[in-house]
């Protein structure tokens, strides 16, 4: 940090300038954050201390943190974690940063998951959804899958870490569920690779740089992987049961369209907290 920072308010100021200068889209909320973990602030100290001379010792704290966000690396990880539906969840770079938006999934989920049913989270990633769905609904079997080593691991910590009873399982899609529950399946539920290799050029770079490539980019068009699912969701479903998928909202329309042409039914679309389509649910008939 510079000379001129001596206080927390004055430190905010700074950053909130840097941080818009360096492209963020959410200078100032990026910076009470990184300023509020730094010094092991609550938003409350925060306001009551901000006219508070900071020490050497704390300006040098926010300024290692800063200069990392300030070369675009995501805040989540500079922060070592983020909250997912008011659930503390780590992170840590190689595994996928879950979104604000990916909460809705959880929505869903809930909304036709039977009591005592089954649920299956795929690509699993840090174990966001999984681990969400087994901490508010526990009548439900939740288990999560993912291919990537680290991701599993990431998985199993978080949901140590909050109490949450996950199957996790490492595994191509859908493989791993074991031949008892084939059929038996209430939901599955993915926020699966969606993007073409040619579209990662035009990310932010918190995503571009950062998120592993595999958990975003599916294959020449984006829907290999959700063309995958829609296929193979079927044998694992329970008749009525529910593939739930967070995709890119290009994709979306397309991805309902193939989802009917496969046989699925009560085929339906749905919005982000922005109004932009996102998810798509479709259902195993039940007859």
């Known amino acids: 940090m510079t000379a001129r920072a001596s206080t927390a308010a004055q430190l905010l100021a700074e950053l909130t300038d840097r941080f818009a200068e360096a492209g963020i889209a959410s200078p100032r909320a990026d910076a009470r954050w990184l300023v509020r973990h730094a010094l092991r602030w609550s938003a409350a100290d925060l306001t009551l201390s901000a006219d508070r001379p900071l020490s050497d010792d704390q300006l040098k704290a926010v300024a290692l943190l800063a200069d990392r966000r300030a070369r675009r690396e995501p805040l989540q990880l500079v922060l070592g974690g983020t909250s997912f539906r008011g659930h503390p969840l780590k992170l840590r770079p190689g595994v996928f940063i879950p979104r604000p938006e990916t909460e809705l999934m959880v929505e869903l989920v809930l909304a036709v998951a039977p009591a005592g049913g089954v649920v299956v989270e795929t690509c699993s990633g840090s174990g966001a959804i ?18 990537d080593p680290a991701s599993v691991d990431l998985t199993a910590e978080n949901a140590v870490d909050l109490g949450a009873k996950v199957d996790v399982r490492r595994g191509e899609l859908l493989d791993p569920v074991p031949a008892a529950l084939r059929g038996r399946v209430d939901v599955v539920v993915a926020n ?88 798509v649910s479709a259902c195993r008939p039940t007859a």
């Open 192 to 279: 699966p690779p969606y993007l073409a290799a040619d579209e990662v050029a035009d990310l932010e770079p918190e995503v571009a740089a950062w998120d592993p490539p595999a958990a975003l980019v599916a294959g020449p068009t984006g829907h290999e992987v959700s063309d995958g699912l829609i296929a193979s969701a079927p044998r694992y479903l329970t008749p009525g049961g529910c593939l739930v998928l967070e995709l890119d909202e290009r994709r979306v329309p397309e991805t309902a369209i193939r989802a009917r042409e496969a046989g699925l039914v009560s085929v339906e679309t749905y919005v982000d907290l922005t109004n932009r389509p996102r998810f």
């Open 130 to 147: 999984a681990c969400a769905i087994a901490v508010e609904r526990p009548d439900l079997r939740v288990m999560a899958i993912d291919s």
